[in-house]
């Protein structure tokens, strides 16, 4: 069993930085898939960014492309988003998942995850 909490939400400006993480506790996640989704009130679970199994690529939403960044730790129990540029479209509830039966064609999919934290608040005001 894997347990992730997410961390550094919060209210921004538009135009702020905020990076926000997530931790596995007990375990490594060398060998998961890991990602961030966001889903904002009425809309639809939205794939952010992700990290392949091996670690080896990284895969960003089109709406976040160039302005956010997934990062994870030399320990692999924690990561990262680091969002930058931020606008009131980005606001939403962002969540943590991980699983290590993703393969990388469903990697946006977040059906294919069996690990979710339980979703960080980011509000970004114009």
């Known amino acids: 069993q894997v347990q992730l909490v997410e961390s550094g939400g919060g209210p921004v400006q538009t135009g702020d930085s905020l990076r926000i993480s997530c931790a596995a506790s007990?375990?490594?996640?060398?060998?998961?898939?890991v990602a961030w989704f966001r889903q904002a009130p009425g809309a639809e679970r939205e794939f952010v960014a992700g990290?392949?199994?091996?670690?080896?690529?990284?895969y960003y939403g089109d709406s976040v492309k160039g302005r956010f960044t997934i990062s994870r730790d030399s320990g692999k129990s924690t990561f990262y988003l680091q969002m930058n540029s931020l606008k009131p479209e980005d606001t939403a509830v962002y969540s943590c998942?991980?699983?290590?039966?993703?393969?990388?064609?469903?990697?946006?999919?977040?059906?294919?995850?069996?690990?979710w934290g339980q979703g960080t608040q980011v509000t970004v005001s114009s």
């Open positions: 998942a991980a699983g290590n039966r993703v393969i990388t064609s469903a990697l946006r999919n977040y059906r294919a995850y069996d690990f």
């Open positions: 007990g375990r490594t996640l060398s060998g998961y898939a």
């Open positions: 990290f392949s199994r091996t670690g080896g690529y990284t």
